[in-house]
């Protein structure tokens, strides 16, 4: 009888105890799956963002290509200067207020030309960089951002994008 109320004793603390164990483990392992998905979502997110700062002889192509630039893609260079360069730069190189252009994440087989003429109508979520949101372009036309849609996709294909 005495031994029999102390294996109950036992039971009874070995139990939660165990419980207990079991309970932090489980939360550590679910801790560290989060931990591990918020990682690799923000590397798969970042990774192309990162390249923004390795991308400095892109850069430096597409700047030296301006000066060559065709005169027909000068109303264009015009165009982005007047309502984009404040955010995208000189040649569309990026500044500390928005991306370049001229970067592979916006090669047209991953923004194509519509997500050209969006972005300056409607505004564009921020979703690629830290920049913050894009607010929509007061005032430009369809045919004014046609135009600066050449004239960048000229600045990409000469600076290797595509
Ligand atoms: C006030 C700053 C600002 C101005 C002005 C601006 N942009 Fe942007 N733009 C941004 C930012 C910031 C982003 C990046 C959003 C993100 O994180 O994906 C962006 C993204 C874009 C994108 C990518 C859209 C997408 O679908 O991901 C395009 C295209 C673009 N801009 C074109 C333009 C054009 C063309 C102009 C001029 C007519 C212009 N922007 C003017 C800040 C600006």
Known sequence: MHSASRTAYNASISLPESLARSRATSRRFFASVLAIAGVLGAVACEEESQQAVGMTPEAMVALSADASLPDSLLAGRAVFETYCVE????????????????????????????????????????????????PPVEGITRDEVGAIVAYVRWLQRKAGIF
């Open 87 to 134: 955010c995208h730069g000189e040649a569309a190189t990026g500044t500390e207020k928005g991306p370049p252009l001229v970067h592979r994440v916006y090669h047209p087989g991953h923004h194509a030309d519509p997500a050209f003429y969006l972005a300056p109508l409607q505004g564009v979520r921020a979703h690629h960089w830290r920049f913050g949101d894009m």
